[in-house]
């Protein structure tokens, strides 16, 4: 099983940047599909962003679309996540996760389809 470390979190304030990312221990991911996810306190994880095995289809939540962006280097088997206009909603601990398939589906994927998870990462963005 793969196991994914995320790093890039921290304390910023609202309009800042933070950039995440997801590094895999073990198996090379990459021919997987490739997600950020959320969690707030009291709240359940949410999805954030994820990417395709190429690299050349991003989705998004309406709620990041704009202002986050997914990207991934096969090379270096490394995942990011650019998240630029950082509001106070977007507090929460960030996890990567590593989908079973090559392709995300929007209409069909869920979270229950990501097998592989980090540790998470926590992002605070103060107001």
């Known amino acids: 099983q793969v196991q994914l470390v995320e790093s890039g979190g921290g304390l910023v304030q609202a309009g800042g940047s933070l950039r995440l990312s997801c590094a895999p221990s073990?198996?090379?991911?990459?021919?997987?599909?490739m997600g950020w996810f959320r969690q707030a306190p009291g709240k359940e994880r949410e999805f954030v962003a994820a990417?395709?095995?190429?690299?050349?289809?991003?989705y998004y939540a309406d709620s990041v679309k704009g202002r986050f962006t997914i990207s991934r280097d096969n090379a270096k088997n490394m995942v990011y996540l650019q998240m630029n206009s950082l509001k106070p909603e977007d507090t929460a601990v960030y996890y990567c996760?590593?989908?079973?398939?090559?392709?995300?589906?929007?209409?069909?994927?869920?979270?229950?389809?990501?097998?592989?998870w980090g540790q998470g990462t926590q992002v605070t963005v103060s107001s």
């Open positions: 073990g198996r090379t991911f990459s021919w997987r599909a």
């Open positions: 990417i395709n095995w190429s690299g050349g289809s991003t």
């Open positions: 996760a590593a989908a079973g398939s090559s392709r995300y589906d929007p209409e069909r994927t869920t979270l229950a389809d990501f097998g592989s």
